[in-house]
Structures are given as structure tokens and as C-alpha cells.
């Protein structure tokens, strides 16, 4: 039921951003409605809670990564190096560290279906059933 | 003193790392900032440079250990290394935090002062596009204390608001005076501290209330004098006249202020300071700021900054009313201000610089720092007009 629910979701997305190159992907029983702003706040480590107050646990891609690039610059106007020196502060300052990073997609889809409080990003085109699509950039 | 403090909370922080090596996550980061500068003409000095290229006097190296021991506590440690203390290694961060939710955290131990807006991680260069962050403002002799923390987090109205709250002391602290003296004191007082950050707009005001009491000093003869004027039975003394000499028992009150833009491609910002002391003291008021303005181009960062330093000059009637005073005691006080004034002590300063600036990141890690900074004091002789260039790298890992 849910899955078939998210599916349809995806669909919907998947439509309605045709042109787009990556997905933002949450566990299938993630509810939570996910804007932009919301989005790159939880990947900044300012917002640590989903809309249901479950902790929120992101995880990045490799920064080399293209699929990286593409999400820091739309959705975190962030280069890597730009990026690399926000994190900076707030490790050498005690405040935060920076998402822990997977090497590719699919690895990032086997994590992010395994546990309801992450929130990842995929290349579009490798979305599968097991996630479920909350935004696409 | 101040070492043994140091070393009992290294030791401290490291058998709690170590006690839960079993179960604590623990995490070492590092970073480091190599600088080579000089000043281009053989009269000039500034920042700690003479003509002959040096490597040392802003060269650092940092490690810091993390041991999460729970979801709640945590311990942190950032030893530092610097080239102008012959690579002594310095412990500015040392503390235990509790974070009792997700928008909380209460922390305890050696923790940084929120002087400035770069406080927090003034050594990490890797954070910040100067090579040299902005001394006029960035002025403090030191930049850690003891004490607690309070940190709120929250967002309201598309706002992300990090309250922080203070307390904290220093015991035998080197206040590095403008001239050079190196004056012992203790500090002790409170810190306030509201950044508010929405897309690429950050706004942040500091303020920091704190008593200075000096323990020992340089100028230990004017001391004696002052209190052989005090103690003499020929006059009485006001109070306020001698105490008007002594930076002793001054309460220090910061104020600093920042807003800053940065969304990726292109930041603008500024920054600037008020520090006043309640009596009339030798210790001159300051205020300091600058202006920024950079712009990125792939692996490139290009910046200029402009800022200008206002100290304002003590002379011998701003510390004694001359009209009303005995003669007799007038003299000997201005003989103190004499003294001072020979020391550089009283020295006002009006001065502005610019600096230009490129960056070059050549690895993920890593960026290359070219910056030029010319320094222009406008009103007081003793300190020279300088051009300073100067190289470096900073990294992360």
C-alpha cells in the first residue's frame, strides 16, 4: 500500500521534473513534505528533524561525484571546496560534522531504504522502488 | 602555571578519549596554515614581519580529538602548534558537552571567547578567504577563557538563530599590549553572542562584559609610584586620579557587530568592533572595522577588504583635572603619564589598510594564499606605514 503509494508519488515527480538530474530520496514510510529550503537546511546540519520530529540523518555522495556537484550547487549554492569550508567550521568549532558519504548510487538507495531517518540524493535515473522521492533538482 | 593548567586538561581529555576507546566514537581532524611574509621596504614592520621573509610568525598546525560518548556527552580537544611559540603546543579548545536535545548544548571547560565573528575558528584559515584575517579588528591578545556555555538553536521565520551565553576567567593571561609589553592579568565575565543566518545573509552581534584585574606587570615602578602617591600625607588624593592610571580592576565592555553576504559566487560583508573601559584608564577606547568583498571563480576566490582603526589618545588632562588638582601631586602624576607616554602606552592611533587578495584551491583539501596589505597610520609616528606580502597554504584533513 505504501509502496504503491510512493510509487505514484514518484511518478508524479518523476513527470513533473522531466528535465531533472537528481533526486532527493527518504525511506518509503517518510511522510514528510520536503522543500527546497528545508532540503538544504538538513544538509547543512541546521534542521535535524522530519515534520514527524524523527531525527534526520543525511547522507552525501563523494564530492567528486557529479551527482555531489549537481545537489551542492542547486540546492546548497555550494562549491565543494565552498562546502568542504562551511563543514570546516563547525567541526573545528565542535557544532556539527559533515554528512557521512557514500561512493554511488546505489549504495546510497541500499541505505536510505534501510532506515526511515535517512535523507540521501541519487541521480534521477537511478531511482528505484525502494526509496521513495521527496524533491528533484 | 599557565602550562601546568594546560597539561592536567590535555591528560584530563585524553583518559576520557581513552578510558571509552571501547564504546565512543572518536574522530581526529586536523588542520594547518604554512605562511611566509614580508614587508617590501627594509624600515617597515607590521603583523610581526620585518623585511627578511619570515615562516614562523603565523604558521600553525592543529589536531583535534572528538570522543562522542553517547547521543549526549561529548568531549573535544584542539591542541594547536604555532611557529611564533616555537611550535609549543597550546590547548584552545578543551571541553565536555551535554546536549540534552537537539536545539541545546551546555559545554564545559577551555572554550573560545565570541570576540569576533571569526572567534570560533580565527586558526582555521581553510574557513575563511583572507590569509590573514583583519587585525585591526581581529586585535584580542588571546582568544580562549575557562568557563561554561549555554548554545540555543532555532528557526523562526525562515531565520536559523544560534543564541549563545558565557561565563568565563582567565588566570595569567598575557595581555600583549600595542607596543609590545607583555602585561599579566586575570579576566573574568560574561559573553553573549546572537548569529542569525537566512539563504546567504548572516547577521551576528557579540558583546562581552569582563573585569581585568593585573597581577603583574612591566610596569611595576609606576605601580609603586602610584601607590607611594596614594599612601603620602602631605595631600589627600581623589581616588578616581590614581585609579585613572591603572588598567587594574577596569571593567572591559566589547561590542562587536557583523552582517555578511555569501551565496556562493560572490560575498560582501563588514564588521566592527567598540571596546571601552569604564574608567577613564590608560587604556585607550578602540573601534575598528572593515569591509569585504570577494568573488569566486571555479578553483579562484578574489577579495579586497578596506578598514580603518580609531584609538583614542590619552593625554595627561583626560586622566587629571588640572584645575582643580594640587600642584604638587600633578606633578608627580605627570611624571607617571610621562612614563607611559614613553612606553607607547597612551598612543592613539587612527589608521586604515586595504588588502588584496587571490586564492587558488589546488586540492580538495587544500588552498593557496597570495595577499598584499598595505598599512597606513595616519597620526602616530612610532608606528610606520608598511606593505606586507605574503604566501601561504591552508589545508584541512
Not at chain 2, 79 to 104: H, V
Amino acid at each position: 500500500m505504501i509502496r504503491a503509494k510512493a510509487s505514484a508519488i514518484l511518478l508524479v515527480a518523476m513527470s513533473h521534473y522531466a528535465n531533472a538530474d537528481v533526486a532527493v530520496i527518504v525511506h518509503p514510510s517518510n511522510l514528510s513534505q520536503l522543500d527546497k529550503t528545508t532540503i538544504n537546511r538538513m544538509f547543512m546540519g541546521r534542521e535535524k528533524s522530519f515534520s514527524n520530529g524523527d531525527l534526520v540523518i543525511p547522507i552525501g555522495q563523494h564530492a567528486t561525484d557529479n551527482t555531489a556537484t549537481e545537489f551542492n550547487q542547486a540546492v546548497l549554492n555550494k562549491s565543494a571546496r565552498q562546502l568542504k569550508a562551511y563543514w570546516s567550521k563547525l567541526v573545528f568549532t565542535g557544532k556539527g560534522r559533515p554528512p557521512k558519504e557514500v561512493a554511488n548510487d546505489a549504495e546510497m538507495i541500499d541505505l536510505v531504504a534501510s532506515n526511515p531517518n535517512f535523507i540521501g540524493y541519487v541521480d534521477a535515473a537511478s531511482v528505484t522502488d525502494d526509496v521513495k522521492v521527496v524533491a528533484t533538482f | 602555571m599557565k602550562n601546568n593548567n594546560q597539561f592536567s586538561l590535555l591528560a584530563w581529555t585524553f583518559l576520557l578519549a581513552s578510558a571509552s576507546a571501547s564504546s565512543a566514537d572518536i574522530a581526529f581532524n586536523g588542520f594547518a596554515s604554512i605562511i611566509a611574509g614580508a614587508t617590501l621596504d627594509r624600515d617597515e614592520a607590521a603583523f610581526g614581519y620585518d623585511n627578511n621573509i619570515a615562516f614562523d610568525q603565523e604558521s600553525r598546525f592543529a589536531l583535534q580529538v572528538t570522543a562522542k560518548l553517547s547521543d549526549e556527552f561529548s568531549a573535544t580537544a584542539q591542541m594547536i602548534a604555532r611557529g611564533r611559540l616555537d611550535y609549543d603546543t597550546d590547548l584552545e579548545w578543551a571541553y565536555i558537552s551535554y546536549t540534552p536535545d537537539r536545539n541545546n548544548k551546555l559545554t564545559a571547560g577551555r572554550i573560545r571567547i565570541p570576540f569576533y565573528r571569526l572567534s570560533e575558528y580565527i586558526d582555521t584559515g581553510y574557513a575563511y578567504p583572507w590569509l590573514r584575517v583583519p587585525k585591526n579588528v581581529y586585535n584580542s591578545s588571546f582568544n580562549s577563557w575557562d568557563g561554561l556555555s549555554w548554545i540555543n538553536n532555532h528557526y523562526i521565520g525562515h531565520i536559523d538563530g544560534r543564541f549563545q551565553l558565557q561565563w568565563g576567567n582567565l588566570s595569567d593571561s598575557n595581555l600583549v599590549t600595542r607596543t609590545g609589553s607583555v602585561i599579566e592579568i586575570d579576566f573574568e565575565g560574561f559573553a553573549l553572542e546572537y548569529v542569525a543566518t537566512s539563504g546567504a545573509w548572516q547577521a551576528r552581534l557579540g558583546y562581552i562584559s569582563s573585569e581585568i584585574e593585573v597581577i603583574s606587570s612591566l610596569n611595576a615602578a609606576f605601580n609603586a609610584s602610584i601607590s607611594s602617591i596614594e599612601n603620602n600625607t602631605d595631600f589627600t588624593v581623589p581616588k578616581e586620579y590614581t585609579s585613572n592610571f591603572l588598567l587594574d580592576g577596569d571593567t572591559l565592555t566589547f561590542i562587536s557587530s557583523s552582517i555578511m553576504y555569501d551565496d556562493g559566487e560572490i560575498f560582501v560583508g563588514g564588521e566592527i568592533i567598540d571596546a571601552t573601559y569604564d574608567d577613564l584608564s590608560i587604556n585607550p577606547d578602540i573601534e575598528a572595522w572593515y569591509i569585504a568583498a570577494g568573488y569566486y571563480l571555479n578553483d579562484w576566490t578574489f577579495h579586497l577588504t578596506y578598514g580603518i582603526t580609531d584609538r583614542g589618545k590619552r593625554q595627561h588632562t583626560d586622566l587629571v583635572d588640572e584645575s582643580t588638582v594640587d600642584p604638587t601631586l600633578n606633578q608627580l602624576l605627570q611624571g607617571i603619564t610621562n612614563g607611559y607616554t614613553a612606553r607607547g602606552a597612551l598612543a592613539g592611533e587612527e589608521s586604515d589598510f586595504y588588502t588584496l587578495g587571490v586564492n587558488y584551491g589546488f586540492h580538495q583539501n587544500a588552498v593557496l594564499k597570495i595577499e598584499f596589505t598595505h598599512y597606513e597610520n595616519d597620526i602616530d609616528v612610532s608606528f610606520s606605514d608598511a606593505d606586507i606580502l605574503s604566501i601561504g597554504i591552508d589545508l584541512v584533513f
